[in-house]
């Protein structure tokens, strides 16, 4: 695993941890079951606070891109069918939010392809 935290960027350091490391889950470049440093080593090779890579790690746990298994460490978590519920059930929560706000589905639609674009800018 190599993480780079560039300090002059516009994203705090916990933001850039929790974001190379969910890339790298994703991509495969970390695979299923790859055992994390722990948050005090990974702190320390990257000149960070502990409560720094903690944010990120909580973070990530709570994407489902990672778990903890108590002593036995963190560990990256598998992806494929976990992710796809949560993204459906906070497509569902979406739905019936904009549904309430009383948005047409072309509306719902144009606000979700702005804020993917936004993101995937970053």
Do not use: C, W
């Not at 440093?37 to 944010?55: I, Q, Y």
């Not at 036995?72 to 906070?90: I, K, L, Q």
Request: charged letters at 25%; proline letters at 3%; a neutral charge.
């Amino acid at each position: 695993m190599t993480l780079k935290i560039h300090i002059d960027e516009s994203a705090a350091p916990y933001e850039q941890v929790r974001a190379q490391i969910a890339e790298q889950a994703r991509s495969g470049a970390l695979p299923v079951g790859y055992r994390l440093p722990t948050v005090r080593g990974l702190a320390e090779s990257l000149g960070l606070a502990a409560n720094t890579v903690a944010k990120a790690y909580r973070a990530l746990e709570g994407d489902g891109v990672i778990e903890t298994r108590g002593r036995n460490g963190t560990f990256v978590a598998a992806a494929g069918p976990a992710a796809e519920r949560e993204a459906a059930g906070a497509a569902q929560a979406y739905a019936e939010r904009v549904l309430r706000l009383g948005l047409s589905e072309e509306q719902a639609s144009a606000a979700v392809r702005d804020a993917l674009r936004a993101a995937y800018e970053r």
